[in-house]
């Protein structure tokens, strides 16, 4: 079961698809063992990046046996279950933690406005899906158009036993990790694990903030392995100049609208998956856009 000492590296599983758009099971069990030897902690699967809405749940379940099946208990797996309405969050909940998830990802809905209404929801949330099961606030207003303010997610964690991670998303959000972590040193709140997503693009000063780590899909997930923990055995230099040699890719990963795109052209040219397949709707990478993903992929491969 995730607990709130969770720590390192929990990547980020885009959904790997066939070129006809049907789940791609063996390349799914590549990304595995890629992510595994790269140096992974953790995985979460079902995430804003995994095209969660576009598949059926059926499909959903599929993709979650197979993971699983793949991870072979080396690795806790945490699994995205935002979704519309409640029944459908306790459906897919119940069956992930049954094929042995460690845990599960809730997002608020772009509805909420009110700092009571967010608590409010959190604590449904936790009824849908058993106040047994281990869950992760997923802080991301950048795409959920829901602000979080830290008294918001302390209160959550408070009233929520079983809320033990932070998925950091904001953005600027350092003082946020700061806030978070002095209120936990202080014996004001519960202290729960935080992960940082944003494609890693401030993952070393996360680090340095005190977030216990990093939850996103970066496409080198060595790198982001690497600055944890670097900075976590007091290398800093070391661990910045590893992530600027990263950070030009990472900025590109970062770009609204085509970000999975590019990360999944990176992971088939890596050989991670089969093809770079999105299912409909999404965007095509134009050849100057791949021309310069192939310029920086050059860039970071090249000898030292």
């Not at 070129?19 to 995430?47: C, F, H, Q």
């Not at 959000?173 to 944003?198: E, F, P, W």
């Not at 600027?244 to 992971?267: I, W």
Request: hydrophobic share 40%.
């Amino acid at each position: 079961m995730l607990t709130s000492s969770a720590a390192g590296v929990y990547v980020i599983c885009p959904t790997p698809f066939e070129s006809d758009g049907r789940l791609d099971m063996a390349s799914t069990d590549r990304m595995v063992e890629a992510y595994l030897k790269a140096g992974a902690t953790g995985l979460t699967i079902l995430g804003i990046m995994g095209e969660a809405p576009k598949l059926t749940a059926d499909e959903s379940q599929a993709f979650v046996r197979q993971v699983m099946k793949a991870a072979s208990g080396r690795v806790p797996v945490i699994v995205g279950v935002s979704a519309a309405g409640f029944a459908a969050m306790s459906a897919l909940s119940a069956k992930a933690m049954d094929a042995g998830a460690a845990g599960v990802m809730i997002a608020p809905p772009s509805t909420l406005r009110t700092d009571d209404q967010i608590v409010s929801y959190y604590a449904d949330a936790v009824e849908a899906i058993g106040a047994d099961v281990p869950f992760v606030i997923q802080d991301y207003p950048l795409t959920t158009n829901v602000v979080m303010t830290p008294k918001v997610i302390m209160r959550i964690i408070e009233q929520n036993p079983s809320c033990v991670m932070l998925k950091h998303e904001d953005w600027p959000g350092l003082d946020k990790i700061t806030t978070l972590r002095r209120a936990s040193d202080a014996g004001q709140v519960r202290r729960v694990s935080i992960l940082c997503g944003n494609g890693g693009l401030f993952l070393p000063f996360e680090v340095e903030r005190g977030a216990d780590g990093a939850m996103t899909g970066y496409a080198y997930p060595e790198m982001l392995v690497g600055v944890v923990n670097l900075i976590k055995e007091g290398k800093r230099k070391e661990a910045h100049d590893l992530f600027d040699r990263h950070l030009p890719l990472v900025r590109y990963e970062t770009q609204p609208g085509v970000g999975l795109a590019v990360r999944k052209y990176v992971l088939k040219k890596r050989g991670i998956i089969a093809h770079d397949t999105l299912r409909k709707p999404g965007p095509k990478l134009s050849p100057e856009t791949i021309s310069e993903i192939d310029w920086l992929m050059q860039r970071i491969e090249r000898p030292e």
